[in-house]
């Protein structure tokens, strides 16, 4: 069974611009959720999306946002970037019920210049 | 506020030896706790989880332990392998609703010595 996907790997973009990165579940996982590595704060919980709805949304600006598809894909957007917003950008997905593991992407490297 | 705690920062063990990472949580609403491991520019990889309801999980040569009271979790390698030099994390969920939203603690970077 395929992995978690998520594209593109890299990304440089400049401040002010927006950005739209994508991620492809495992298949049959419902749930995706989005996380924020920085070195200074470590891993931080975006958003999460099951069957197309956010269920949850941890403490970032508007400027972050989401979505999920029927196929249970999801892609974040960050608009106005900031050169804090550079970071590696990691999705997970899992099965949707609680207490089931979540699987991770290989990440995108987002540089915001 | 930090609500998972990885105090060490790094860690080193020989080859063969044991290797024993620490976790502590302050949430008593966190039910299921889960360890990864990850490698520089990588996405981090599923280890073991465990459910509150345990107070241990076997997975080959990862054993993970939960204190509830002492809201404290660690993980033991055994045997140490050099392949498992990487960054652990450990990670809690649990809000009482319907949300996998997980909690990441610092991390510990793990350096087996051959």
């Known amino acids: 069974k395929a992995g978690v996907t998520q594209t593109p790997r890299y990304l440089i973009k400049t401040r002010g611009q927006q950005v739209t990165l994508s991620c492809s579940p495992i298949?049959?996982?419902?749930?995706v959720s989005w996380y924020q590595q920085t070195p200074g704060q470590g891993l931080q919980f975006l958003f999460e999306y099951f069957s197309e709805t956010q269920r949850n949304k941890g403490n970032f600006p508007g400027r972050f946002s989401g979505r999920q598809f029927s196929n249970s894909r999801s892609e974040m957007n960050v608009s106005t970037l900031e050169l804090g917003d550079s970071a590696l950008y990691l999705c997970?997905?899992?099965?949707?019920?609680?207490?089931?593991?979540?699987?991770f992407g290989p990440g995108t490297r987002l540089t915001v210049t | 506020d930090q609500q998972v705690k990885q105090n060490s920062p790094s860690l080193s063990v020989q080859e063969g030896r044991i290797s024993i990472l620490n976790c502590d949580y302050t949430?008593?609403?966190?039910?299921?706790f889960l360890w990864y491991k990850k490698y520089p520019a990588e996405g981090p990889t599923f280890l073991i989880s465990?459910?509150?309801?345990?107070d241990k999980n076997e997975d080959g040569r990862f054993t993970v332990f939960l204190n509830k009271s002492a809201k404290h979790l660690s993980l033991h390698i055994v045997p140490s392998q050099p392949g498992d030099s990487a960054v652990y994390f450990c990670a809690a969920s649990g809000w009482g609703g319907a949300t996998n939203k997980l909690i990441f603690g610092t991390g510990t970077l793990l350096a087996v010595q051959p």
């Open positions: 949430n008593s609403m966190f039910d299921y």
């Open positions: 465990i459910s509150s309801i345990k």
């Open positions: 997970a997905s899992s099965l949707g019920g609680r207490g089931y593991e979540q699987y």
């Open positions: 298949s049959g996982h419902r749930s």
